[in-house]
């Protein structure tokens, strides 16, 4: 897989699967398996380190997952999130911010929003980095926002993501991930572009979907996102061999002889 792939694939019209992985041990199981893609994404400031927002993750906390993530999935396409500012700094502090990830092992960057960074983002596409682009909810504008919301219900605030996106695909992304906005609206944008779309919370419409790994296994018994199914009852399996764990040191059948030396 490689970015060329993912316009290949839309246009054979094949969907596109993507998840996000942060560490080396799943980024190996990951590697068996057939998704197109995984992100690197700056959630890992949240999935991993308890953050409330992805705002405290910073180029050099993403060069270590990247590098853990590249390490165990060394056949899989990486695109790896370019964290909050890293490309606000001027072109020269924003290609700088992209060598490390790149030299960490990505494949590809991902980058939050268009307006006030296009010459970033043309610069990165020129110079050889595949980069994906990330509309409607952005993360990184959460206060801006005033929490994460949909966005997009407006017919000007639709206009301007859509808007978005076609200039996105002008300066060169090769995809875009579009963020809990209307299914209606995402879908417009996916038959508007060439590039593909890949959307989280945004419909079927899309020509891929994306989830946090933690979410598609259902990690979390205390966090329900509408758009996030569970495909797996992760945290249940989790917390039952704990507890049989901790049954069987309590009451003596672990280690059994064979387990021991
Ligand atoms: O950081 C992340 O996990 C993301 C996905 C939600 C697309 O940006």
């Known amino acids: 897989m490689c970015a060329r792939h993912f316009l290949r694939a839309k246009a054979d019209g094949r969907k596109l699967s993507l998840v996000t992985c942060y560490d ?10 057939t998704v197109d893609g995984i992100l690197v994404g700056d959630s890992a400031g949240m999935v991993m380190h308890g ?9 050099e906390l993403m060069r270590l997952h ?77 206060h801006a926002y005033g929490g994460f919301r949909v966005q997009g219900r407006s017919d000007a605030a639709a206009r301007d993501i859509a808007r978005q996106a076609k200039t996105l ?23 508007d572009l060439g ?3 890949i959307g989280i919370g945004a419909g079927a419409g899309c020509d891929g979907q994306i989830l946090v790994l933690q979410d598609l296994l259902g990690m979390n018994t205390d966090f329900h996102p509408k758009f996030a199914r569970a495909f797996s009852d992760g945290a249940r399996n989790v917390l039952d061999a704990v507890a049989n764990f901790d049954d069987a040191v309590k009451s003596g059948a672990f280690p059994a002889p064979e387990e021991s030396y």
């Open 51 to 59: 953050y409330r927002s992805t705002l405290s993750v910073n180029v």
């Open 195 to 197: 590039i593909p779309t």
């Open 66 to 142: 990247t590098e853990a993530v590249v390490r165990g999935a060394q056949d899989k396409f990486i695109i790896s999130d370019m964290p909050f500012l890293s490309f606000r700094k001027g072109l020269s502090a924003a290609l700088d911010s992209a060598q490390v990830l790149m030299s960490a092992g990505a494949h590809a960057l991902k980058v939050e929003g268009v307006d006030g960074h296009e010459d970033v983002i043309q610069r990165m596409a020129q110079s050889g980095i595949p980069v994906m682009g990330h509309l409607g909810l952005q993360p990184q504008s959460v």
């Open 169 to 191: 695909e002008e300066l060169g992304a090769f995809a875009v991930v579009l963020e809990c906005i209307p299914a209606s609206l995402a879908h417009e944008i996916t038959g």
């Open 24 to 33: 080396y041990t799943f980024a190996r199981l990951l590697s068996k398996t």
